[in-house]
DNA sequence: CAGCATCCGTAAGGATACTG
DNA sequence: CAGTATCCTTACGGATGCTG
């Protein structure tokens, strides 16, 4: 392992300590629908109704609760089109999209051993 | 972005999809205190002690439900000495190096960027 | 279509006391 | 020291109905 707990806390200095930054931000990207909305971001502009449809099992309320978190945490951008019937469309920031470049490989070392970890039954 | 969510989607197939293993061990490692407590462990061996003082905040229950999780998930190994008083040590499996060696770079990144996204108070 | 308001159940999680 | 057992509260999150 090249970098040590020792260098992070240099950078971080409070990554255990409660209620810093990094944890309210670590808890917003890394919840549960934080990180599919994220992802199903990361290929582009969405709908409201295709993330909808996209994150599987998510609920309405979730799903605006999350994309407020994140928007408000400059993540997500979102833009509403003065139409009839109503156009939302949400993407990532550019510090959205310099996060998911460092999400991406964790999420794909998840999703290419989560047999392992998890037997799947 | 190098990597394209339709690239994930090859690879992962299902991370969209509810109850896959992928969103099971997510869950697990991007909870709360499963990122600070295998973070506890990247520079090492542990003792239960030194991580309920090490991982501020967390709780008796919380550390050893986090830990008996992220046990059966071969991410984190358990070595308890037959001594009085008892000492048990916690380390990272060779599968939970892995994992942190994707993660840290996500962690170095929030750290350095959490005052950013959520202002400083 | 894109939400917000409301109600409500469940379960995550905290505090405390106790044990090998 | 390293936990387990218990109680109890909060808040996450689902379902539904309504609105611009």
């Known amino acids: 392992m090249a970098v040590s707990l020792a260098q992070i806390r240099e950078k971080s200095g409070e990554v255990f300590t409660e209620g810093c930054p990094t944890r309210v931000v670590l808890d917003h990207i890394m919840s ?20 909808r449809r996209e994150v599987e099992g998510i609920s309405e309320k979730m799903l605006a ?9 400059g993540l997500v951008e979102r833009t509403s089109f003065p139409e009839v019937p109503p156009r939302v ?6 510090l959205g999209r310099d996060l998911m470049e460092r999400m991406l490989p964790l999420v794909d070392w998840v999703a290419a ?9």
Chains 1, 2 share one sequence.
């Open 89 to 94: 469309e949400y993407s990532l920031t550019d």
């Open 32 to 51: 549960k629908w934080g990180v599919l909305v994220l992802l199903a971001l990361t290929d582009g502009t969405h709908r409201w109704g295709e993330l």
């Open 65 to 73: 609760s999350t994309l407020r978190t994140l928007e408000a945490d």
């Open 113 to 121: 051993n989560a047999g392992r970890v998890i037997p799947v039954g």
